[in-house]
């Protein structure tokens, strides 16, 4: 059976055809008319017209791919367009901007103007603490009303901000504030995640002395405990006090750097992405316009970690800039109880949820008597991101749910989602990630740069420039230029493979590092994972590639079952279904029954940490940013005994 022939199954997906109650007929034709504003710079062009700038622009784009600029002359600032423009209409400035709820229950609500007011002083109150423009603050904290206020703050002031994982410990804290330079540290004192008190600012303190650059550190008292400060430390209320009189919102050039996020994978140093101002916000605000959509009434949750980018470009950003209502939660979705996802949703009457796939894996697991039992008539839309969407999950969530999943795909470096079916105006299919939003222009190539017709898998680029793309590595351009551009010069390498079905529709099929060659095949781990996930006893599974020696690589397969299924006749059925469905030569080696994953706190599975179980008997790289531990020694315990 060759490659192609494996992909059949995929690429027979049916198309689901929007329903009449998922139409929303304005959309459809303010989609059809920036699909035909002739190219992508009169598409961002119209975008740019959307937002509040203090200097008109005079150029669109200068550049290509690698190294351009946007709207040149223009003068633009971020926290302007996403909080003090609503903040400053009547009849927007009432609206509800954040809705927060933290783990233990409590919850708070700022509107537009309060949101504003607060931001406002906050960022007075960090130019008092000696943050200028141009300077850098690390935020670490979870999902609080303070990441949105710490950020817009930062924007407000031409402060470049870094958004640290409260997940991470000490080594990783201190490793990517010195690579930083973080002049201001805003932190929370802890956070509550299930069930209990996880403390951030005793991590941080054990870090300072790797961490010279840093002159101040704002605590936000998060848990009420009122921790003692010492030298340096300065309560967030008192700044917010000593901001009272506020600080004119600095008109800054959309080129500078933003934000910077580190990402860590494989490498043994975590790249500092950097973002740009009038970029990200460009951007974002038009992949939360089509991924979402704001309609009156909206309550949108991002379920992510404001430590995943998802989180400033649907939320703190995206959200904001299209005058959304942004839900966030604190905690863990299954604390105290599995029924705590569909609390938050009734509770705060959210109408659209953005999340990964894990959560919908997670409530499928949960059951659909869990779900009969606490119904969401007014939820509207699912979309999801950040990881392959299996068909089985997608039919489950469609039907019980009764909402329309929106499939995304992005990039940290991409700063948005550029690929998926639009909402209310695109039919969609179970698995795929639509076709390009306008403004974007990609190829599947093969080995040799030449692209690939519909139906054959190859390697996902990027052709023309978009504001959203990242600029640079922090204080290494030239590692920015060899990871994304060297492989195929003049574009944009994702580093995935995808193919191009026979109706249009993208399929990401994962890292082009994920593919395999056993036994002279090359295939796609995530091709194996779509056939291992759709057996009925399966809720979640990852395949990965490991050494043979006489194969070369061979793929092994970990599952978590559903309640009931019984692991013997699992591994048997898979081997069947597997060799039946690819060929003899991605038989399984062996099927590894476990009752979790590693994920990070996004909901990704850790698949390199599976590997490093297998080949290593434990992990060789970055575990930062996983979410809990016990996880991987679930798994390592499985490997052990079988």
């Not at 954040?98 to 700022?110: A, C, F, I, K, Q």
């Not at 000490?170 to 299930?194: G, L, P, W």
């Not at 093969?446 to 504001?467: C, I, M, Q, R, Y």
């Not at 395949?543 to 006749?569: E, M, R």
Request: aromatic content about 8%; proline content about 6%; charged content about 20%.
């Amino acid at each position: 059976m060759s490659d192609t022939d494996s992909l059949s199954s995929l690429l027979d997906t049916p198309v689901v055809p929007l329903r009449p109650e998922w139409t929303i007929p304005d959309r459809v034709e303010s989609l059809a008319a920036a699909r035909a504003l002739g190219g992508p710079d009169a598409y961002w062009e119209w975008v740019a017209n959307q937002q509040r700038w203090s200097t008109p622009w005079t150029t669109v784009r200068t550049g290509e791919i690698s190294d351009f600029r946007y709207f040149e002359g223009g003068r633009i600032n971020v926290a302007d367009n996403c909080v003090d423009r609503w903040a400053e209409d009547p009849a927007t400035a009432g609206r509800a901007a954040v809705v927060w709820e933290g783990e233990p229950g409590d919850s708070r609500t700022l509107t537009y103007a309060e949101l504003a007011d607060e931001v406002n002083r906050l960022a007075a109150g960090l130019l008092g603490l000696g943050v200028a423009k141009g300077d850098v603050v690390a935020i670490y904290m979870p999902n609080l009303v303070e990441a949105f206020t710490a950020i817009h703050a930062c924007n407000r002031i031409g402060a470049i901000y870094t958004v640290l994982f409260s997940g991470f410990g000490e080594e990783a804290v201190a490793s990517r504030i010195q690579a930083a330079r973080a002049k201001v540290v805003v932190v929370a004192d802890a956070i509550y995640r299930r069930g209990k008190p996880i403390e951030l600012l005793s991590t941080l303190r054990a870090a300072r002395d790797r961490t010279p650059t840093v002159e101040a550190t704002v605590v936000v008292d998060r848990t009420g405990n009122a921790v003692p400060l010492v030298d340096g430390e300065h309560a967030y209320a008192a700044v917010l006090e000593s901001g009272a009189a506020g600080t004119p919102a600095v008109p800054l050039d959309p080129n500078e750097p933003s934000f910077l996020i580190f990402t860590s994978g494989t490498e043994s140093r975590p790249k500092g992405v950097v973002h740009s101002v009038g970029g990200f916000l460009l951007g974002t605000w038009a992949n939360a316009h089509w991924q979402a959509g704001y309609e009156p009434g909206d309550v949108y949750w991002v379920a992510a970690d404001v430590g995943w980018l998802t989180f400033p470009i649907q939320a703190v950003v995206g959200g904001l800039a299209c005058g959304m209502t942004i839900a966030c939660y604190e905690g863990a979705l299954d604390t105290p109880t599995t029924s705590r996802f569909y609390e938050v949703c009734s509770k705060h009457a959210v109408t659209k949820v953005l999340c990964a796939p894990t959560l919908l894996r997670m409530l499928r697991k949960f059951g659909d008597d869990l779900a009969a039992a606490h119904p969401l008539p007014g939820l509207k839309l699912i979309t999801v991101q950040g990881e392959p969407l299996d068909g089985d999950t997608f039919g489950w969530a469609t039907s019980t749910l009764d909402v329309p999943v929106v499939n995304a795909y992005g990039q940290t470096e991409t700063g948005s989602t550029w690929t998926y079916p639009v909402y209310g105006a695109e039919d969609i299919k179970a698995g795929s990630v639509g076709t390009p939003v306008p403004g974007h222009a990609y190829e599947i190539l093969d080995d040799d740069g030449n692209p690939v017709p519909p139906g054959v898998k190859g390697h996902l680029v990027l052709t023309a420039p978009f504001p959203t793309l990242a600029r640079t590595v922090w204080d290494d351009h030239q590692r920015y230029l060899d990871t994304y551009f060297s492989r195929f010069p003049g574009k944009y390498a994702t580093n995935d493979e995808a193919v191009l079905d026979h109706d249009g529709h993208i399929w990401v099929l994962g890292r082009a590092d994920d593919v395999i060659n056993v036994a002279a095949h090359r295939i796609s781990t995530m091709e194996i994972e779509a056939v291992v996930t759709a057996h009925p006893g399966v809720v979640e599974a990852a395949v990965v590639g490991v050494p043979d020696d006489t194969k070369g690589t061979v793929p092994i397969a970990f599952v978590t079952l559903a309640s009931g299924a019984d692991a013997d006749a699992v591994r048997i059925e898979l081997d069947t279904q597997v060799t039946g469905e690819i060929g003899g030569y991605a038989r399984l080696a062996a099927v590894h029954v476990t009752p979790s994953m590693p994920k990070t706190r996004t909901g990704k599975t850790m698949r390199r940490l599976l590997r490093d179980v297998i080949v290593h008997g434990g992990p060789t790289g970055d575990t930062s940013a996983m979410e809990d531990p016990s996880a991987l020694d679930a798994v390592t315990a499985v490997v052990r005994g079988s």
